[in-house]
Nanobody, 115 residues
Framework: QVQLVESGGGLVQAGGSLRLSCVAS????????MGWYRQVPGNPRELVAS?????DINYADSVKGRFTISGDSVKLSLEMNSLKAEDTGVYYC???????????WGQGTQVTVSS
């Protein structure tokens, strides 16, 4: 089992920056992909950025050039710059093991960008 604890959300003005962190504990050895997802009320969670254990990185088009994902299976970070109102939402970290087929989510952290 893997436990994930997120931190770093908050209220920021448009154009500002925030850094989200996700600390993992437990059976992290099998984790192959880590990512950040955003959810707004009434919508499903959408991928913001992901990184594999091999270092492959993927970003949603809306955040390219503004957000940076980094980390490993122990700690995952998301540096968010030039924030926009549409970046508002609850951000979840996700750790996935394709070997075990297990999927783990953090509790979510609220990010609110005021325009």
């Amino acid at each position: 089992q893997v436990q994930l604890v997120e931190s770093g959300g908050g209220l920021v003005q448009a154009g500002g920056s925030l850094r989200l962190s996700c600390v993992a504990s437990g059976s992290v050895f099998s984790i192959s992909t880590m990512g950040w997802y955003r959810q707004v009320p009434g919508n499903p969670r959408e991928l913001v950025a992901s990184i594999t254990s091999g270092g492959d990185i993927n970003y949603a088009d809306s955040v390219k050039g503004r957000f940076t994902i980094s980390g490993d299976s122990v700690k995952l970070s998301l540096e968010m710059n030039s924030l926009k109102a549409e970046d508002t939402g609850v951000y979840y970290c996700r750790f996935y093991s394709d070997v075990l087929g297990t999927d783990h989510w953090g509790q979510g952290t609220q990010v609110t960008v005021s325009s």
